[in-house]
């Protein structure tokens, strides 16, 4: 058994009176593509910002690498890439600009190793003749290249990434697919939010389902098939059933049958 890598015991986050995470237990294993679903406002993000260090929890304990988030804050970050959903970065900055400041974040380490990782990922993702432009010239796309490029090219032992595929073009979509499986095959753990069914299927070794910030299902595809007694179904079937949206799945039906008179 591989060892794990992100712990989550008890986690736990209120604002006021309202509850976003309440005791999420996860156990991730290192190497291990891992899924977190759920319909907007379940606790998604809350719960990513929590493991990046970015919102402190109110309840339980976050372990990255045998380091306590708690004790370890700096060190856990460290180990930590975290990829938003939305980008904010130095928009007076060049992309390379950008790709220097960040590796100069983690002075112990050899930053022109960082920087020639960095350049590889630019051509992977066919942004190397921007590199040297000002970010605010940059689409959303290419915000969302420029700072997978800095995060990948740190070689960190955890990446989060929130809907790592919004505004992404087909082709740099596949390149991030293939990165992530070679990252996981390298050992890197990639902790993975996304509303796409299509993108957790094809990545996921295991997926959560959190609903009003509790986790409802846990498991392989083929074992939330299993215990959602739905062995043919696809995903998407499967966490409509599990969130409560079933009524959903009758309305999609319909629709489906009117395309076909």
């Known amino acids: 058994m591989r060892p ?35 319909p907007n406002g379940a606790g998604k993000t809350t719960t990513i910002k929590m493991i990046a260090g970015l919102l402190k929890a109110d309840e ?35 992309g390379a600009e950008y790709l220097h400041f960040i590796s100069s974040l983690y002075p112990r380490h050899d930053s022109n190793r960082y920087l020639s990782a960095a350049e590889n990922y630019l051509d992977m993702f066919d942004i190397t003749r921007w590199r040297d432009n000002l970010i605010e010239s ?6 969302q290249k420029l700072i997978m490029s800095s995060i990948f090219m740190l070689g960190q032992p955890l990446i989060v990434v929130d809907e790592p595929m919004v505004g992404l073009d087909p082709k740099s979509a596949r390149v991030v697919k293939e990165l992530f499986r070679q990252k ?78």
């Open 138 to 143: 940059y689409s959303h796309g290419m915000r």
């Open 184 to 261: 996981a095959a390298q050992g890197t753990t990639i902790f993975l939010s996304t509303h796409s069914m299509e993108i957790a299927e094809q990545l996921c070794d295991r997926v959560a389902i959190i609903v009003d910030g509790a986790v409802i299902a846990l498991g392989s595809i083929a074992e939330l098939k299993q215990s959602a007694r739905h062995q043919d179904a696809h995903l998407e079937d499967i966490f409509l059933h599990l969130t409560g949206a079933g009524e959903m799945l009758s309305v999609i039906t319909a629709l489906q049958s009117n395309g076909r008179d």
């Open 60 to 94: 339980g304990s976050i372990v990255i690498e045998d380091h306590d988030m708690a004790n370890e804050g700096a060190r856990c970050r460290a180990l930590t890439g975290y990829i938003p959903d939305r980008p904010y970065l130095y928009e007076k900055l060049t």
């Open 4 to 38: 794990a890598s992100l712990c989550l015991t008890g986690l736990t986050k209120r604002y006021d009176r309202f509850t976003a995470v309440n005791g999420i237990n996860l156990e991730i294993s290192e190497g291990e593509i891992f899924g977190f679903l759920g």
